[in-house]
Every structure is written in structure tokens, then in C-alpha cells.
């Protein structure tokens, strides 16, 4: 080693897991600018920095494969909660919403909504400018953008139900085209949202082959994850197999209680489909809630079509909401029970801007505190707030999130927001799995519930995600990959977020190195934003 040149930075004396789920050893790491020069002994190597880790445990940094950072990036570009958690890199653009292919006009007055108390907006005309103005402010974390169908839909055929003519075919497919030669890494679809649920599968697999054109992948919210989740898994083998693209299923689970044990049979269907040469992986978070907006958990799917002052309107007719109430308790006739163990109490509102002092409650509490019905409280909730309210749903077993967690083509992905517990983020009342995803598989399903080994959670957090994506020389710690690293300490790295309180950091991340610059030390964040967009056009 003593020919090796003088390095940037050693991080000695750590057990290093190299991400490929092999054991861990005893070795130092040497960093010469953005990448890993030297593993090995390095006592003897010159250095501009060197840093003891002793007792503690590296990995190159968690690469975060389901995000929807890009919401936050132009308003919060540290990234703290992604950071402090130990994630390096982040895939956004999930579900097929990607604010890059977002534009400013009045089709996206939704996203604007969102942007606005933060002060940010858009102002760009296409992905590849999107692309650029990230880059000009920064960001805390690696950017790695999907193009989204439902983004994609709407800015050419706003939000019409029904199949595109032949003229916005070629329109969404230009536009995707030029996403994809602007660095994205393939599409993803949200089919339980409108517009994109709107979509048929001929048009999914007619975009997903512009994707295959560009060596892309796809990347799917199933249309649903609950009653119909194995047929939303079969349409999604379809649309992977008639495009010939590998295929992602997002965040997967079995919503409801009536559907827990469904996981058995998806992950064999998708077994049988890998056996049969079809590509296919997913990923998930380790939580029994998920969290979207409270009409998508609870209107019927005609009732959510428009705009939002069309959906408010509909809501508003006494003819259309009796229609609509009759329709929900026909689909679920357990929402009429208002009891103790009514399935009201097991929905919390999250984010809700317009009535904040909600936040936190069930539908159940509220609708008692209101004498009202819980299908009356919510539909005149999202009447007076424009729909611009979402909901933590209580509705995973424990058996599915282990049955997935234990598959071997499972990465973790937060499905969260970079966040930070200050200033304008801190006010929404977010999912906790934006500042508790990875540790979290650390504290429950390695060191207490011995699901995962801690070699093999690593390789679900790095190596898996950034084969998956075809990212080069990340996820791994190797001579000549770049410097993303996280130091934690493997006794005490765990999740301090919860749906009461979610914007608490992580435990146990002792440091965090991106792009070979250290960016948390000891609980503090270096301002520097070293991340960069990463361009599927561009190696690394």
C-alpha cells in the first residue's frame, strides 16, 4: 500500500459489508476525491483526513429505489430525513408522478398546490431543463429520475377517461422519448390515480416500448392492492411482457385484512414469471400503513375524475352524493360500523394543509366529534378542502410484510419525501417511514425478528437497487466505486419516527459520505450539497 498516493480522506478500523451480501471485515477505506481509491490496511497511507470508526459497521450509502423527492428537492435540497437515515441516492418520479414532466399550465394546478407553501414552482417546459434545475440549486442526495405516465398523460390529454387518439399517442411517446434521452431511467404508473388509471393496457406497453428503445425499466402502483391485487399483478406482468421491459412493482402489499395471505400468491405468479424470462423485482417499506390521498382510499374510482373543483362539484350535488354514499357502502358495508373496532379507526389523517388541527385523528374520532356519519365527515372534508387531504391507512399484516420482506428481489424504498422537522416540511404530518425506512429494517426484522441478515439487509439497501436501476459503481464498496458510504453503529441504528410524531430522525448513523464529501457527522449536516443528478444516458 505504501505507493499509494496521498488520499482525501481513511475511515479506519470499521467491519465493512461491501453490499453484495457477502460478511462484513475488518478493513479501512481510502477516498481520493468522488471515489474508493484503496480497501485494506491503510495505517501507513498518507491522508488529508483521517477518522476512527473502531466498533463501528460501513456500507455503501442506501440507495432509496421508491422516493418522490422530486416534490421536495427544489424547496428542501439538503434532504435531510433521506440523509439522516443513511440514503445516498434517490430514485424519484414513483407512481407515475414525476414533476419534471409537469409544466405550468393549468392542468397542474394540483402540483402547484402542493409547491406553493414552500415557495417553489415550476418553472421549467420539459425534463431535461427539470433535470438542470436541480442541478443549479443542488441537492443533498443522488437524483435519479423516472418519467411518469400519470404526468405524462395529463399534460397531453389533461383528464379525460378514455384512450388516447392517434395524435396524442405519438405526442406522450415524443415527449417520452425526450425524457428518456434526457436521463431518465425508465416510466412509472400509479394506476390506482387518475389520470393514469385511466390508462388500458395497449397504451401502457406501446409507451413501455419507447422505454425498452432506451435500455429503460418500468416501474408500477398497481391498480390495485387490496380486493383486486392479483389481477393488478397480472395486467402488470402483461404490460412487462408485451413491451419486453424489465418490471418493478412498487411498494408491494395486501391492503385489508380480507386480503392478508394474497402476497403468497403474487410472489409466486412472479416467480413463475422470472422462470419464464421475464424480469421482474419489487420493492418495500416496512410498515402495516400506507399513506395517499383520502379520496383514493375512499371514493368510488368515478368518483374521482376531473379536477379537483369537478370532483368538489360532484360531492357538492345531493343526487350524485347519495349516489356516491350508496356506492361506497355497497363496496364496503363494514363502513357502516361505527364501533370500537369500526374500520374508520383505523384511518388517520395525515397531511391536511387546509385544517392542520386534524392532523393526527381518525375519521372515527372526528366524525363522533362532528355527530356526523364517518362517509358524511369524509366526503364534506374533501369538499372543504378541495380533496388536498391525505390519510395513514392502518391496513397491512404483519405475515405479508415479512413474506415480501424475506423475498430475495426485494429492495427496501421509503416511498417518502425528503423532509427536515423544521420549517415549512415540518408542518405536514408525514408518513415516518421519510426519516425511519432503513433503519428500521435494521432495528425490527434484523436485530430483533432475525428475518434478514444484517449482510443481506445491506444488499437489499444497495447492491439490489443499484442493479435494478443499472446504476454503475454505486451500491458497492469497491475499488473505483464512488465514495457513497454510511457508518452506523449496528447495536443502536433504528427508527425514532412514528404516525404521531414522524419528523424525528434516525438513530445510530454516525456518519454519511456522497460523492466522497462527508454530508452528516455526528448528527451534523454539512450545508454542502454534494449529490448530483445521475442521467441514465450518463455512466455512473
Known amino acids: 500500500m505504501n505507493d499509494i498516493e496521498h488520499l482525501s480522506l481513511v475511515l479506519t478500523g470499521a467491519m465493512v459489508f461491501d453490499g453484495t451480501g457477502t460478511p462484513a471485515q475488518r ?15 491503510l495505517a501507513n497511507v498518507s491522508a488529508s483526513r483521517r477518522i476512527s470508526v473502531s466498533g463501528l459497521h460501513i456500507a455503501p450509502g442506501f440507495i432509496d429505489i421508491h ?11 439538503q434532504q435531510m430525513s433521506a440523509l439522516a437515515m443513511g440514503v445516498t441516492t434517490q430514485v424519484v418520479g414513483n407512481c407515475g408522478l414525476a414533476l419534471g414532466l409537469a409544466v405550468n399550465s393549468s392542468k397542474f394546478e394540483f402540483e402547484k398546490r402542493w409547491l406553493a407553501p414552500h415557495g417553489a414552482r415550476i418553472n421549467w417546459d420539459n425534463f431535461g431543463q427539470h433535470l438542470l434545475r436541480v442541478e443549479s440549486s443542488g441537492t443533498g442526495t443522488n437524483y435519479v429520475p423516472l418519467a411518469g405516465h400519470g404526468t405524462l398523460r395529463k399534460r397531453v390529454m389533461g383528464q379525460d377517461n378514455r384512450p388516447p387518439d392517434a395524435q396524442e399517442m405519438a405526442e406522450m411517446e415524443s415527449i417520452l422519448h425526450d425524457a428518456m434521452e434526457a436521463g431518465a431511467w425508465g416510466l412509472s ?70 386480503n392478508w395471505g394474497k402476497t403468497e400468491v403474487t410472489l409466486k405468479m412472479v416467480e413463475e414469471a422470472r422462470a419464464a424470462g ?62 370500537t373496532d369500526s374500520h374508520w379507526r383505523r384511518i388517520q389523517i395525515g397531511v391536511c394543509r387546509g385544517r392542520p388541527e386534524l392532523q393526527g385523528k381518525t ?37 405479508d410484510i415479512e413474506r ?43 436485530r430483533k425478528q432475525g428475518i434478514l441478515t444484517e449482510a443481506e ?43 404521531d410524531a ?6 445510530g448513523i454516525n456518519m454519511v459520505v456522497v460523492n466522497g464529501s462527508i454530508a452528516l457527522n455526528e448528527a451534523r449536516f454539512n450545508d454542502s450539497l454534494t449529490g448530483r443528478v445521475l442521467r441514465h444516458s450518463t455512466p455512473g
Open 189 to 258: 404508473s400509479g394506476l390506482e390515480y387518475t389520470p393514469g388509471g385511466y390508462a388500458q393496457p395497449d397504451e401502457l406497453i406501446q409507451l413501455c416500448e419507447v422505454v425498452r428503445h432506451h435500455g429503460g425499466l418500468y416501474a408500477t402502483h398497481l391498480r390495485n392492492e387490496g380486493d383486486t391485487l392479483v389481477e393488478s399483478v397480472e395486467e402488470a406482468l402483461k404490460v412487462a411482457k408485451g413491451a419486453g421491459v424489465p418490471l418493478q412493482l412498487s411498494h408491494h402489499k395486501a391492503e385489508g385484512d380480507h
Open 363 to 399: 375519521v372515527l374520532e372526528l366524525a363522533s366529534q362532528s355527530r356526523k356519519l364517518p362517509i358524511d365527515w369524509v366526503i364534506d372534508l374533501l369538499v372543504e378542502t378541495g380533496g388536498y387531504v391525505s390519510a395513514v391507512n392502518f391496513a397491512m399484516g404483519p405475515a
Open 67 to 77: 422516493t418522490h423527492s422530486d416534490i421536495s428537492v427544489l424547496y428542501h435540497p
Open 404 to 446: 415480501v420482506l424475506r423475498y430475495p428481489f426485494t429492495s427496501v424504498g421509503s416511498d417518502g419525501v425528503g423532509a427536515r422537522p423544521d420549517g415549512t416540511t415540518g408542518k405536514d404530518l408525514v408518513h415516518p417511514r421519510a426519516y425511519g425506512t432503513f433503519p428500521r429494517v435494521f432495528a425490527e426484522y434484523v
Open 27 to 41: 478493513v479501512d477505506i481510502g477516498i481520493l476525491d468522488d471515489r474508493i481509491h484503496a480497501i485494506g490496511d
Open 502 to 507: 414522524p419528523h424525528q430522525y434516525a438513530h
Open 457 to 499: 439487509a445491506v444488499r437489499r439497501m444497495t447492491s439490489l437497487p443499484a442493479a435494478r436501476m443499472g446504476i454503475l459503481d454505486r451500491g458497492v464498496i469497491l475499488q473505483g466505486a464512488y465514495a457513497d458510504l454510511v457508518v452506523y453503529d449496528p447495536s443502536t441504528i433504528g427508527d425514532t419516527a412514528t404516525f
Open 278 to 339: 421475464l424480469d421482474v423485482q419489487m420493492d418495500q417499506y416496512p410498515y402495516n400503513a400506507f399513506m395517499t390521498a383520502l379520496s383514493v382510499q375512499t371514493l368510488p374510482w368515478y368518483a374521482q375524475s376531473g379536477t379537483p373543483e369537478e370532483v368538489a362539484a360532484r360531492l357538492n350535488d345531493p343526487v350524485e352524493r347519495r349516489r356516491i354514499t350508496d356506492d361506497m357502502l355497497a363496496a364496503h358495508p363494514d363502513w357502516a360500523d361505527t364501533g
